[in-house]
């Protein structure tokens, strides 16, 4: 027989993760660049979501948005919650070329080697339409992200810049440059001012605790505005 004292306990501990859950989402650090990425992508039609996780992005605009990812447990779980979401590898999207107004991919590109990631990117602007709109966004806070063994290497906004100088051979795999694409605008992801970092905490319990004080001073707009930890860069493809 369960005592009152215990089931007064897990109804209050209920209550502190829900609470929980709810700073963080209202302090997302990520919220920010979502609503940047569909500045840029509202007036298109049809936009791809590339790796879609959750479908979170997915989820903002559901009916004009496609989501593709490669873990099977993530489509699964999006398609459950009646979202357009498809399994795919995002160095091989199974679309044609041009057939998305829009294109966004949040914090997968560092998972790619330098020459994967030039032809991850070549991908996410070939699937795109003329005048179309790329949204990416990166971390690159080496101390927060880069302490997991599958993270392959940052790609701060200057190497974004660097690859889309000049035009590579249309049947190029390798290489560093992408054509057709020119820069539109960029936003950067500020670190909390007093940086909590999740990875310090090795009970779940303290994890969310750290988790919610770090949403508490993104909310409150108490940021380190004279550095970053990400960014969410927009390029327009031009032909």
């Not at 919610?212 to 927009?234: D, E, H, N, P, S």
């Amino acid at each position: 027989m369960v005592s009152l004292s215990a089931l007064s306990s897990a109804r209050s501990e209920s209550l502190l993760v829900r609470v929980g859950r709810s700073l963080v989402r209202w302090g997302s650090s990520s919220t920010p660049e979502e609503k940047f990425a569909w500045k840029h992508l509202a007036e298109c039609e049809f936009v791809l979501d590339v790796a879609c996780g959750t479908g979170e992005f997915v989820s903002m605009r559901p009916s004009k948005t496609t989501g593709i990812d490669l873990n099977e447990d993530n489509v699964a779980y999006c398609q459950s919650k009646g979202l357009d979401v498809r399994l795919g590898n995002a160095l091989e999207l199974p679309f044609d070329d041009q057939t998305f107004d829009g294109v966004h991919s949040a914090h997968a590109m560092f998972f790619f080697r330098p020459p994967e990631a030039t032809y991850y990117m070549r991908e996410l602007v070939r699937v795109v339409k003329a005048n179309g709109t790329v949204v990416i966004s990166n971390l690159c806070d080496i101390h927060e992200i880069f302490i997991y063994p599958e993270v392959a290497k940052p790609y701060p906004p200057q190497s974004i810049f660097r690859m889309i100088r000049q035009s590579p051979p249309s049947d190029a795999k390798g290489g560093s440059e992408i054509g057709n694409v020119k820069f539109k605008a960029i936003s950067f992801r500020r670190p909390p001012l007093f940086n909590i970092r999740s990875s310090w905490f090795i009970s779940p319990q303290l994890w969310r605790v750290a988790s919610v004080l770090k949403a508490l001073q993104y909310g409150c707009f108490l940021r380190k505005y004279w550095t970053y930890r990400g960014y969410t860069i927009v390029l327009t493809r031009t032909a």
